[in-house]
């Protein structure tokens, strides 16, 4: 255990005893890629507090003092953001917040659209496997779990440019948050889904692996998502699809339709009811009515 992870776990482990701290040692010694091992992954660093590990991470790799492969986590995070610059709080240890650098240099730059969408269906994956969730993703970057029966956003992917050659992709995800702690009612969490496992580092580790498996077959396929299978597991997994829906894009514009595919770019097709379909690569997505 290094002094950083020491310190942390001796000033915070017994402050809330159904939310331990990460072991940040332990997670580097299951990750992270030695002499004897091919790996993603070159470092995996916890830190109790920060305002956004996304932003950290970026300066880091601009100042050249990060790697493909290097991990940020937060037990918190005070200026978390998601998408246009929304924010993400959650309480300290309730969830996982953490950023990953990615520098695909054999794969077309115009392809790097598509590492958010890959990042929604690692996570989901993962979450299957280790917390037994179904995890649905709403076009293009929100993570969704049925609380009762309502459809709820428990986590979300935000990508962001770092320099010519990598991009950070940032991930958060409400893990024990309970109903009181809710920011919005529209909230949810692995916890008041049912979660058979709401252990963090369990968690951690499947959905980081499960990135590390399908970058790597994205990446290997030159990032042809038809090729590595990403555009048939993200349409599959996707909750927007075959919905009614509201686009709000750029420039106070608004479309209407049916959402019915994910193009080869990782564009949302919408039909509307002039007949015309419709790709949108970037808006606010409103579900107006349920898939049947």
């Not at 050249?64 to 998601?82: K, M, N, P, S």
């Not at 050659?165 to 008041?192: F, K, M, T, Y």
Request: hydrophobic residues 40%; glycine residues 14%; proline residues 5%.
């Amino acid at each position: 255990m290094t002094p950083r992870d020491a310190a942390d776990e001796n000033n915070h482990r017994w402050s809330d005893l159904d939310r331990p701290p990460l072991n940040g040692a332990g997670l580097r010694r299951a990750l992270v890629r030695d002499g004897g091992h091919e790996g993603l992954y070159c470092d995996v660093e916890v830190v109790q507090r920060t305002g956004s590990t996304n932003s950290d991470l970026v300066a880091r790799a601009l100042a050249g003092g990060a790697d493909e492969g290097a991990v940020l986590v937060a037990e918190e995070q005070t200026a978390g953001r998601g998408r246009l610059d929304r924010q993400w709080t959650a309480p300290a240890r309730s969830g996982l917040f953490f950023s990953v650098l990615l520098k695909p240099a054999e794969v077309p730059v115009a392809r790097w659209g598509w590492l958010p969408l890959l990042t929604g269906v690692a996570v989901a994956t993962g979450l299957a496997r280790a917390a037994g969730v179904d995890t649905a993703l709403k076009w293009p970057n929100d993570l969704l779990v049925t609380v009762g029966d309502e459809e709820r956003k428990t986590g979300g992917i935000l990508a962001e440019r770092a320099g010519e050659d990598g991009v950070v992709v940032g991930v958060g995800i409400n893990v024990s948050l309970r109903a009181e702690e809710l920011p919005v009612p529209q909230a949810g969490s692995l916890a008041l889904a049912g979660a058979v496992s709401t252990d963090r580092e369990t968690l951690l580790r499947a959905v980081l692996r499960s990135l590390e498996d399908w970058y790597g077959r994205w990446r290997a396929a030159g990032g042809d998502p038809a090729a590595s299978g990403l555009q048939e597991a993200y349409a599959a997994g996707c909750a927007t699809l075959g919905r009614t829906v509201r686009a709000e894009l750029p420039g106070d514009r608004s479309l209407v339709g049916e959402a019915v595919a994910i193009d080869g770019d990782g564009r949302l097709v919408i039909a509307t009811g002039q007949g015309v379909q419709e790709p949108v690569g970037a808006g606010d997505i409103v579900h107006l009515r349920s898939a049947p």
